[in-house]
């Protein structure tokens, strides 16, 4: 069974110790369950990941000590994603997946149909930070606060591809617009041109409004895209898009 991992800020290096924070502590020594001499992998972006192990446990915290290198870092995918968040555990589940499928930035965006009300960057961090910790990524993704899609929008990078996924066709009558204006399935618009780099975009449960869909397909660097015949829900439609992403387009090929 692999060590177990744990994310640490601080520089690494062979013979480093590193006194642990409450929260860390607790966790090694506690959900863990490591005493004196316990064997644990320390990591992250900068400095890869390590082989350390504890040297002092006590009332007070507990210091572990760095041996030496396993492996060095490797950056995540250059892999942004825009979702408009939803009921509180959707957004949690949303930013865990995420993480485990290697988006690197997460941006929390709200849509004219947005249900959430607000957004607790910490607690998201939180979450990314043990997903990390458990996929053997090097990185936390970072988290930025919550802001309208028009204001993300603005000042956008025409270098990095926004893929979004919509369902819907442009036949105001018909259910979901009928069958015009439908976009390509996902892997065919990533096969067709792919790009540097990727940002994708998820909208809220009802999807985009007619007006935000205009927007968005005014915009050159802008592809809709069709995740298949279904209609999925957003925490869905994430693990769905990315995986096809990675597949199509990242770090999945030839790993």
């Keep these: ?22 929260a860390q502590a607790r966790h090694v020594g506690t959900v863990l369950r490591l005493d004196v001499g316990g064997r ?8 890869g990941e390590w082989r350390a192990r504890v040297q002092e446990k006590s009332k007070r915290g507990m210091v572990v000590v760095v041996d030496d290198l396993i492996r060095p870092a490797r950056a995540a995918p250059d892999l942004d994603l825009l979702f408009a968040p939803v009921k509180r555990h959707a957004t949690d589940f949303i930013v865990e997946k995420a993480t485990e499928l290697g988006v690197r930035r997460i941006f929390p965006v709200t849509t004219q149909r947005t249900i959430a009300e ?5 607690r998201l961090l939180g979450i990314a930070r043990e997903a990390a910790q458990q996929t ?4 936390v993704p970072e988290i930025a606060d919550a802001q309208s899609l028009p204001r993300a929008l603005d000042g956008w990078d ?21 069958e015009s204006g439908r976009a390509l399935p996902i ?9 540097a780099s990727i940002a994708l975009l998820i909208g809220p449960e009802g999807g985009f409004t ?7 397909r005014a915009l050159a660097f802008v592809t809709p895209v069709s995740l298949g015949p279904r209609i999925l829900r957003a925490e869905t439609a994430v693990i769905a898009a990315l995986s096809v992403i990675q597949a199509y387009w990242g770090d999945w090929r030839g790993a």
């Design 1 to 22: 069974m692999a060590e177990p991992r744990l994310l640490i800020d601080d520089n690494l290096s062979t013979g480093a110790a590193l006194a642990l924070d409450e």
């Design 40 to 47: 644990l992998r320390v990591f992250n972006a900068r400095d």
């Design 118 to 122: 607000t957004v607790r960057v910490d």
């Design 136 to 139: 053997e990524r090097f990185d």
């Design 158 to 178: 025409q270098t990095r591809r926004l893929i979004y996924a919509d369902e819907a066709g442009d036949d105001a009558g018909a259910p979901w617009g009928g």
């Design 187 to 195: 892997g065919e618009a990533l096969q067709q041109a792919p790009p």
């Design 210 to 216: 007619p007006e935000e869909r205009r927007m968005l």
